[in-house]
């Protein structure tokens, strides 16, 4: 299987895996999840539908990353799953 | 029911008005108590708990100058849970993460209910999600003292671990394995309770000006030890290197220059946060320079400003606390390093507490909304993380009280509309220092008329919000859970705000 | 014009967060040493990402990439040449590695319509660089010479010391090419970040040798940075002063005057009004008449 990990669990950023997968499917915890939760995973879903990207499953655990960060994280993750081996 | 600042509060209780609002009220003192007989001198607290004949539904006192290293609250609490007493309420001046065997007593019903001023780690945890019996009531440091001389906290035995205790049973923290300094939260509970008890493990000849009179103690108990010295140290004491907050403590200094706050016979109080420590040491920079000398400086005191007292740079430290062993070695060995009383401290009904006294006081916060109200009390989900400590007490009592915090911390911003908490009410903080902007509370308009004409990067609250929206975006509301676990008493006896069990 | 160049580190979020708060004039957002190689991409991507959230800084932005002699270096260029990006800082430079970058940046700035022209900071440290200096300093993009001594010293074998007498000759020579060919003189960082009055020393001392800006790589730093390279109050009086009485002296055709006793000859006036120029850049005086 094809998998793809970036960012790391020091402060203000976070830690996505991606793996290939027959639907979407998106897990955020983040320390800020009372907050935010709902306004990462949306933001994750729009990130991923500009690359086109609607087969993954994407796992995010979040330490308080901005949404730059969080969207860095995820092409890097995107990027090395498509140049990982199977 | 509703109080003057809007926040839900219990029925049957006085709201809170305004932070003034105790000068319309007049000083309620109960009788001092006095000891005929002299005092009795035991080997172990069994013997204590026999004589005081403890019981059921009573309320014991500690104070917390051995902060993280106090051995005397544990051994109680200890004790109590062996006799199978229940129903106790435990007024205890701070609670910290090392009082964590309480937490087996208040799910066990020995404790039922707490009166403090501060409380972190597993028993704040606790209390939070709902185990503790009767509501937790959290005081001021003033605010305590008020209500233990009024009576409105009603002290059945006081147990103070007491550094060293002489022959005629006078008490010191100035000496012994476990010295600490100054013990000033204790003296309301020396003074009022009914029952004294020193506990101590280290007896001397002869104390000279004890802050502990004998004519006020019952019993000493000599325990094996009262306290780890290491843990009495505050782990906070040391200037922080972390950038934001060397920026914010740079500007803060900046507004405190162009309000000519810094000038021959100033006096001025900080918290031993890292900020707080930075922004003394740019300060006595600029005193050095400027050859200035302050008047005082007080509350809880460290090493740092011990320099400054012993390099001549401040006339007088008045201390409540010593945060750190230097502190604890300079109140022993300077005359001009004074010991306070909580209520001579912070009291409202004192005639002239130090706190009044204050040109400038330098504070932390979790939050501010956007009426410059202040939590410290809790963290934006409601959960039980600290207190007032002097935090109301020294807001009210300074000409100007700043508020030094960052803008955002992990993505949550610091400002928001209402605070989860109001621990200290707007209408007594007037400038809040953030690494992007500082903003001046309107009612302050002749702080913002000096501080306007700076250079100085001023901006309203509102924006400093949106700067913070702008950077991590508009947190979604949380709601609190609606069962309240207890309430924040101001320092007037008033209740300013209630506390939610979390979710 | 520029007092202070901060490095940020390009995979480090909590840094990035808020390198603009510190006041300094320029930042380095770093991908070569900074980061190690496994997380280049990561570096690369999160740069990118925040450029992209960038509106009017208040600072100039620079990126450092890799050096040129890997494929590392033109990746680095690829995703971040954007507008927003100011100059390239460039590791290890030589006069042909210059050449070639500047090649590059033509090609991007032509494909991705980047109207302005992105410059280069060389960094000097090699011994070959210093040998070049004069060369380097008159190629096209380059706005100023970086001095990197810790590198610089490796490559010299000999000992870096925090005095720094062994960087005395490529300092001075640095300063002097810069002056010559109008570019700013960089000076190299100071590695304790903790010692303040040796920072404080070691830009002064910098600043006497002619360089006119130093690189910061802690936020700490740049406050005493700012400072130094910031005339003095005493001296902004004093060529207000001068070029005040100039222009009396020039209203009775008078080529040399005397100021407090001091002979004032248009050399001096010349200082003084580029003092001057560069106080009101900082913000130091409001209205100067430049003339």
């Given amino acids: 299987m094809k998998i793809g990990i970036a960012g790391s669990l020091e402060s203000n950023d976070c830690l996505v895996t991606i793996k290939e997968s027959e639907t979407l499917s998106i897990k955020v915890q983040s320390i800020v999840d009372a907050f935010y939760h709902d306004q990462i995973v949306a933001f994750i879903e729009s990130v991923l539908a500009d690359v086109n990207h609607d087969k993954v499953d994407v796992t995010v655990i979040d330490k308080g990353a901005l949404n730059y960060t969080i969207k860095a994280r995820l092409l890097t993750a995107l990027h090395r799953m498509e140049v990982s081996h199977a | 029911m509703k109080n003057n600042l809007g ?14 609002a105790f000068n319309q009220e007049s000083r309620r003192l109960i009788a001092k108590k006095t000891t005929e007989e002299s005092v009795v001198f035991l080997k172990s607290i069994e013997e204590a708990f026999d004589l005081l004949k403890i019981k059921n539904g009573m309320t014991i006192s500690f104070h917390h100058h051995l902060r993280n290293g106090d051995k005397v609250i544990n051994l109680v609490a200890e004790t109590l849970k062996k006799r199978g007493i229940k129903d106790i309420t435990i007024a205890a001046s701070s609670l910290f993460p090392n009082n964590a065997p309480l937490v087996d007593l208040i799910k066990d019903q020995t404790i039922t209910g707490i009166v403090t001023n501060y409380i972190n780690g597993p028993i704040a945890k606790a209390i939070g999600e709902g185990y503790l019996k009767n509501p937790l009531i959290m005081d001021t440091h003033g605010g305590r003292a008020r209500a233990i001389e009024s009576g409105d906290l009603k002290i059945d035995i006081a147990f103070i671990a007491t550094p060293a205790v002489d022959r ?16 000033g939260y204790v003296i309301p509970d020396l003074m009022y309770a009914k029952k004294v008890v020193l506990m101590t493990d280290y007896m001397t000849e002869h104390i000279v000006e004890p802050e502990l009179a004998s004519e006020y103690v019952d019993y000493v108990v000599m325990i094996d030890k009262i306290g780890d010295s290491e843990g009495i140290v505050s782990g906070t004491t040391k200037v922080t ?90 109140y022993r060995e300077n005359r001009r390093h004074i010991a306070i009383s909580a209520s001579e401290y912070g009291n409202p009904f004192e005639i002239k507490p130090i706190v009044n006294d204050l040109d400038f ?143 | 014009m520029h007092r202070s160049y901060l490095f940020i580190p390009g995979n480090h979020p909590a840094m990035l967060q808020n390198a603009d708060i510190f006041g300094a004039d320029a930042i380095i957002f770093d991908l070569e040493d900074a980061v190690s190689i496994n997380e280049k991409d990561s570096a690369r991507q999160l740069i990118k990402a925040f450029f992209e959230t960038l509106q009017k800084p208040k600072f100039s932005i620079y990126v450092r990439i890799n050096g040129l002699n890997s494929s590392l270096g033109s990746i680095d260029l690829n995703m971040v040449m954007n507008e927003i990006v100011e100059g390239i800082v460039l590791p290890k430079a030589t006069v042909s590695d210059i050449k070639m970058l500047s090649k590059l940046l033509d090609t991007f700035e032509n494909a991705r319509r980047i109207k302005k022209k992105t410059v280069i900071i060389p960094i000097i440290e090699t011994a070959k660089a210093v040998f070049e200096i004069g060369q380097i300093a008159q190629l096209p993009r380059v706005s100023a010479l970086l001095l990197g001594a810790e590198d610089l010293t490796g490559d010299m074998e000999i000992e870096r010391t925090k005095q720094g007498i062994e960087i005395e000759y490529p300092r001075a020579k640095i300063a002097f090419a810069c ?31 002619g360089m006119n800006a130093k690189c910061a790589i802690h936020p700490n730093q740049i406050e005493i940075i700012n400072k130094t390279f910031t005339p003095t ?35 001096v006036v010349d200082r003084a009004k580029k003092l001057l120029i560069k106080a009101k850049h900082f913000g130091m005086v409001e209205d100067i008449d430049e003339k």
């Avoid at chain 2, 600029?286 to 000398?293: D, F, L, Y």
């Avoid at chain 2, 963290?379 to 009592?397: E, K, M």
């Fill in chain 2, 7 to 20: 926040r839900e509060i219990f029925e049957q209780v006085k709201p809170f008005a305004s932070s003034d």
């Fill in chain 2, 168 to 183: 005629l049973g006078n008490g010191s923290g100035k000496f012994g394995p476990s010295a600490c300094g100054t013990i």
């Fill in chain 2, 241 to 330: 290197r972390d950038p934001v907050g060397r920026k914010i403590a740079r500007d803060t200094v900046r507004v405190l220059d162009a309000l000519h706050l810094i000038k021959d016979g100033f006096s001025m109080q900080t918290g031993a946060g890292g900020v707080s420590l930075a922004v003394v040491e740019y300060v006595k920079n600029i005193m050095i320079q400027s050859e200035i000398k302050a008047r005082f400086a007080s509350g809880g005191i460290t090493g740092q400003y011990v320099d400054m007292l012993e390099n001549n740079l401040v006339d007088t430290l008045y201390d409540v606390q010593c945060f750190d062993l230097k502190a604890a070695r300079s």
């Fill in chain 2, 361 to 503: 006081v330098i504070l932390g916060a979790t939050e501010v909304d956007l009426d410059f109200n202040v939590n410290v009390t809790t963290d934006s989900l409601g959960q039980i993380i600290g207190g007032s400590g002097g935090h109301s007490d020294t807001a009210h009592g300074a000409k100007v009280t700043m508020i030094v915090t960052n803008l955002l911390k992990a993505r949550l911003p610091i400002i928001k509309e209402k605070v989860t908490c109001v621990t200290t009410p707007g209408e007594d903080i007037d400038i809040i220092v953030t690494e992007r902007g500082i903003a001046i509370n309107p009612l302050r308009t002749d702080l913002i008329d000096t501080l306007s004409k700076t250079k100085l990067p001023i901006v309203t609250i509102e924006d400093l919000m949106k700067t913070a929206h702008h950077i991590a975006g508009v947190p979604n509301h949380y709601e609190l859970s609606h069962q309240p676990i207890g309430y924040v008493r101001y320092r007037d006896g008033s209740i300013i705000d209630t506390l939610y069990k979390i979710k």
């Fill in chain 3, 179 to 209: 002056k010559a060919f109008e570019i700013e003189a960089i000076d190299t960082p100071f590695t304790d970040v903790t010692d303040d009055e040796g920072l404080e020393k070691d830009a002064l001392h910098a600043k006497s040798l």
């Fill in chain 3, 233 to 267: 109050m005493v001296a902004i009086d004093e060529a207000l002063r001068i070029v005040k009485a100039d222009e009396e002296a020039q209203k009775v055709h008078r080529g040399v005057f005397s100021l407090n006793g001091k002979m004032v000859d248009k050399p």
